[in-house]
């Protein structure tokens, strides 16, 4: 190569690092869940997930229930930092994204006698980010309930101190359609019959990767019962839940639906003996790796 071009492609190069270097991805952090459990997640924001601009933010004294409900499809509703005190009912695509530095910034509540958040719309794609659902209590799905065949993605979110007293999964209900959980955290949720955190049924599918289940109550699963559907828990904490059923304290596949059951356990920290006692009684359903 000529000496005079060696020149000119160093000059090019060196002009070009400040601007086409590669950002690093986010390290991950170590938090700790209000169980005392230290749980490593991604930083909060971190960058590889696309975000897209706000179409309307609201303030805690704004009605989110209101703004939800004129809404137009994949419309993208911003909370400023605060609690917003409401029932929402979700029937179009939408995301609902928290403004705040952390997940417990933002918070979505009520006063217990109704799921915080209900998706009811066929076919729609709804992204929670970078909330708390909180204090929810319903016959079935205190925090989230899916009962449609909805695609539902939460990320970086917190759903915790929800009940449900009559079906189960005191924090998330899915009834029908997927589910992805993307570095969340399920604490301290309870249900009287099963699924403290998540109840599954029919053909529905459950991801989650990262994150932690820590601290739930039930009569059998505390962590997770599969009635029926598809799960896969990807580097998941699953600990210190409690149920009535020494068997099963974690996690319960019942059936009952008639549906088939399928469930990969792939690199979580849960109790050796219960994951081998899974294996070893539900041979055809469950892989752990």
Known sequence: MKPGLVTTLSIALLACLPACSLRPAAPATVTT???GQQVRTPTTKEAPVPTTECTATLS????????????ASNAVLCLQPGSYNTELEITRSITIRGLGEAPHATTITNGGDFAVVAIKGQDIA??????????????????????AWADVTLRRCRIDSNSS???G???VYLQFGKLRLEDCILEKNQA???????????DSELVMHRGSILGNRASSGAALT????????????????????????????????????????RACTMD??????????????????
């Open 60 to 71: 805690p004294s704004d009605s989110l229930a209101d703004a939800v409900e004129a809404a």
């Open 126 to 147: 709804v992204v929670l980010e970078d909330l708390t659902l909180r204090g929810g209590g319903d016959d079935s799905g205190g925090g989230l309930l899916v009962s």
């Open 33 to 35: 869940s209000e169980s």
């Open 165 to 167: 007293y009559l079906v």
């Open 272 to 289: 050796e003996a219960e994951q081998t006692s899974l294996k070893e009684r539900f041979a055809d359903q469950v892989t752990i790796e």
């Open 192 to 202: 009287e019959e099963e699924g403290g955190a998540i109840l599954m049924d029919n």
């Open 226 to 265: 599969m009635r029926g559907g598809t799960a896969l828990l990807d580097s998941v904490v699953i600990a210190d839940n409690e149920a009535q059923s020494t068997q099963d304290p974690n996690i319960y596949l019942r059936g009952g639906s008639g549906k088939p059951i399928q469930l990969t356990l």
């Open 169 to 171: 999964g005191g924090g």
